[in-house]
């Protein structure tokens, strides 16, 4: 029989135990690319010495599997309900979360805030938003309670934009017009000019943020139908690579490693065609350093995970799972230049400033993908000559804020 690489289904799951299947069926196809598994073993050198000249025969040690997935950036249409690609990225180092009601996450201090010894920031309301909101609270006028002020920004609904609200101790400030709330106590002293807060305002839906270092690393099950041919790869974790250009189809490219379980012969499942279109990248509400004015024809991420292999003498083959070990997340845009008194690229690169940063793809509930960088740091101006016009092609890394694991956060509504 012809083996014919463009009949295929892939179907992964979740493990509960490393390189066990959990049971896969045709619910857990996930609607990819066509591909390779690649195959790789090492090589044992004999220890005995044989008559002649000729090197001992080698033996196979470890096998594992690699499965380079790309997928387009389709949700499910349906609130509270996961992509299919969304255990997928579970295997690259998040945790996801289900929101079954709207949510006000605590406030997040601004980068370099200089503070008042004392003071407690707060959130709370009942959020009424369709789709997520962040709120910048910052202090315009510096003062004692009564006496200071702070402007409120809503990052993508400027409607929402308030100034000159004075601060009383205690007393809540409303955060737009649709629930949220924010409150400063102090005893005393005064706010300091410029120190900034961000509350992050969500709808039912559902979160992925990256794991803690001692938290639960999710691993993933693969079986890998091609033309007749089946691969299972178990334990396996990965490196996702986000691309959204301009006009196009967010690309979801997850690179995974995995150990080899079993290679034998299957025919290919029928699967059941999903006849929806992707949403293209369009009206992405992109927004670096709260500023919404940069022309940019794409946007990336990268995860940048350190993948090793957990050896155990215990396990089959000696490995006991894919660990992550590391991680650097990365972000690229690459917007046409600016004056610095329009955008500042320079004094934020050169000074390590961080910024938050936000886009989304999709504008119907369901199928709306939100990112969001809390503290985003340029590192590469990368600059080029495109068409005759200055261009960046800025990356650089997102960093936790003061709260932790939320280099980067996706967030499905």
């Given amino acids: 029989m012809t083996i014919r690489t463009n009949s295929m289904q892939l179907r992964a799951g979740i493990e509960t135990t490393p390189n066990t299947n959990p049971g896969l069926t045709e619910a ?76 006000i996450a605590a406030p997040i201090a601004g980068y370099a805030n200089i503070g008042l010894a004392g003071l407690a920031v707060a959130s709370a309301g009942a959020f009424t938003g369709t ?63 410029g120190d900034k807060w961000y509350v992050y305002a969500y709808p039912p839906g559902i979160r992925y943020k990256p794991v803690a270092y001692d938290g639960d690393f999710k691993s993933v099950f693969f079986e890998h139908y091609l033309g007749g041919k089946l691969f299972k790869g178990g334990a396996a974790r990965g490196n996702l690579s986000l691309s959204a250009p301009a006009g196009r189809i967010t690309q979801l490219s997850f690179s995974f490693q995995s150990i080899l379980n079993d290679i034998g012969d299957a025919d290919v499942p029928v699967s059941v065609k999903d006849t929806r279109r992707p949403d293209i990248v369009q009206r992405a509400n992109l927004h670096v350093n709260n500023d919404n004015t940069l022309v940019v024809a794409n946007i990336t991420f990268e995860t940048g995970n350190t993948l090793n292999p957990q050896l155990d003498v215990n396990a089959e083959q000696g490995i006991k799972q894919i660990k992550i070990d590391g991680r650097d997340h990365v972000f690229g845009i690459d917007p046409e230049a600016k004056r610095d008194s329009l955008f500042p690229f320079w004094t934020l690169l050169r000074e390590r400033k961080e910024i938050p940063i936000s886009f989304k793809v999709g504008n119907t509930p369901g199928s709306m993908l939100f990112a969001f960088i809390r503290h985003g740091v340029i590192d590469n101006p990368g600059m080029r000559d495109e068409n005759n016009l200055l261009r960046y092609g800025m990356t650089g890394q997102c960093r936790p804020s003061s709260q932790g694991n939320d280099n980067i956060e996706f967030f499905i509504c």
């Fill in 28 to 103: 857990d196809a996930v609607p990819c690319g066509k591909f390779i598994p690649e195959y790789g073993f090492e090589e044992i050198e004999r220890l005995i010495v044989e008559e002649g000249i000729d090197a001992a025969k080698k033996m196979i040690g470890r096998e594992t599997l690699g499965f380079n997935i790309v997928c387009e950036a389709m949700l499910s249409g349906i609130v509270g309900t996961e992509p299919k690609w969304g255990r997928l990225l579970e295997g690259c180092g998040f945790a996801k979360s289900v929101l079954a009601e709207a949510a």
């Fill in 131 to 193: 789709e997520p909101r962040i709120y910048k609270i910052e202090v315009t006028k510096a003062g004692i309670s009564a006496t200071a002020e702070v402007s409120v920004v809503c990052v993508g609904d400027t409607t929402q934009n308030s100034t000159a609200n004075v601060v009383t101790t205690a007393s809540p400030i409303n955060l737009g017009d649709e629930g949220a709330t924010f409150t400063m106590t102090f005893a005393s002293g005064s706010l300091v000019l």
